[in-house]
Nanobody, 115 residues
Framework: QVQLVESGGGLVQAGGSLRLSCAAS????????ARWYRQSPGKQRELVAA???????NYADSVKGRFTISRENAKNTVFLQMDSLKPEDTGVYFC?????????WGQGTQVTVSS
């Protein structure tokens, strides 16, 4: 059974930082692509960052230079380091990973950035 468990969300002032974690079980993040999505109030869920099994990363234009996705293979965990946070970064952040069978989602973690 695949599980993705996010943590690290919270309330932070604009300009601050947060680090999100996504601990995976039942799926190897070293062999599959992991992604972070966010859903902001009134908006569709959007892709924020992704990392392939080989380590290639890509980011939404809105977060380039501020967010960094990384992975710790020994813990089968991906991280999203978020710096210089803006109020528009507010939303629920979801971890996603997919293998050949299906796509899996975590339960999400709330990030709120106050102005």
């Amino acid at each position: 059974q695949v599980q993705l468990v996010e943590s690290g969300g919270g309330l932070v002032q604009a300009g601050g930082s947060l680090r999100l974690s996504c601990a995976a079980s039942g799926i190897s993040l070293r062999l599959n692509t992991a992604r972070w999505y966010r859903q902001s109030p009134g908006k569709q869920r959007e892709l924020v960052a992704a990392m392939t099994g080989s380590g290639t990363t890509n980011y939404a234009d809105s977060v380039k230079g501020r967010f960094t996705i990384s992975r710790e293979n020994a813990k089968n965990t991906v991280f999203l380091q978020m710096d210089s946070l803006k109020p528009e970064d507010t939303g629920v952040y979801f971890c996603n990973a997919n293998d050949r069978i299906q796509s899996y989602w975590g339960q999400g973690t709330q990030v709120t950035v106050s102005s």
